[in-house]
């Protein structure tokens, strides 16, 4: 059984899937004023003992950023205990994944990610011609995007946007996860390091 946590999303959502079929799906907190720190070891208690994830759980996965710090942290130390103490395999999905799964080749320099996090945090995320991704914090108002994109992909809100043209896409995490499932490449050593930006640059 695979355990997904999004901790990007505003909203944390875990998401797990057995044999191919999603057999839960759930919020962790229900409102950004809840705290994941003080929701999210009582919300695995509860599920690991109506699923019996003890004997069940073989594979974990989370977003890495970019994303809300608090959250980032939390997660990521969460499943990092998990992880080493049941000793499972881990995948971290970032935003290189997104452009993976959701684009072909010919849409990447042309297409953005807007990502939508806890305490208003706000990222807008391209890929250069290296495939390197460039991230940006969106603070104000109406940002303005490279003038190569055309098509944006957010996970929550759509992006306040002067022009008017440019197509807007919703995603979710978890259903990404569940459709490129046979995709995800799993690791047995490898550290949980997610993504923190600041002046627009990744902080480890």
Not at 56 to 71: D, F, H, N, Q, V
Not at 147 to 167: G, H, Q, R, T, V
Not at 177 to 194: A, G
Request: net charge positive; glycine share 2%.
């Amino acid at each position: 059984m695979l355990l997904f946590l999004d901790v990007i999303s505003p909203l944390p959502e875990i998401l797990l899937i057995e044999e191919n079929k999603i057999i839960c799906r759930r919020k962790i907190i229900k409102n950004e004023s809840e705290k994941l720190s003080d929701k999210i070891i009582e919300f695995f208690v509860e599920i690991d003992n109506s699923l019996n994830l003890t004997d069940k759980l073989s594979k974990i996965a989370i977003t890495i950023g970019p994303g809300s710090y608090t959250s980032l942290r939390v997660g990521a130390a969460f499943l990092s205990g998990l992880k080493i103490s049941r000793e499972l395999l881990f995948c971290p999905i970032s935003i290189m994944e997104v452009f993976e799964f959701q684009l072909n080749n010919n849409d990447l320099n042309k297409t953005g990610i807007y990502i939508n996090s806890a305490n208003d945090q706000n990222f807008f995320c391209t890929i250069d011609r290296y495939k390197n991704i460039i991230y940006n914090k969106v603070e104000e108002k109406n940002y303005n995007i490279p003038k190569n994109i055309n098509k944006i992909y957010y996970n929550e809100k759509k992006l306040s946007l002067n022009e008017p043209d440019i197509l807007q896409h919703k995603f979710f995490f978890s259903d990404m996860i569940f459709k490129n499932y046979q995709k995800l490449k799993f690791s047995k050593n490898e550290i949980i390091r997610p993504i923190y930006i600041s002046n627009n640059k990744i902080l480890n």
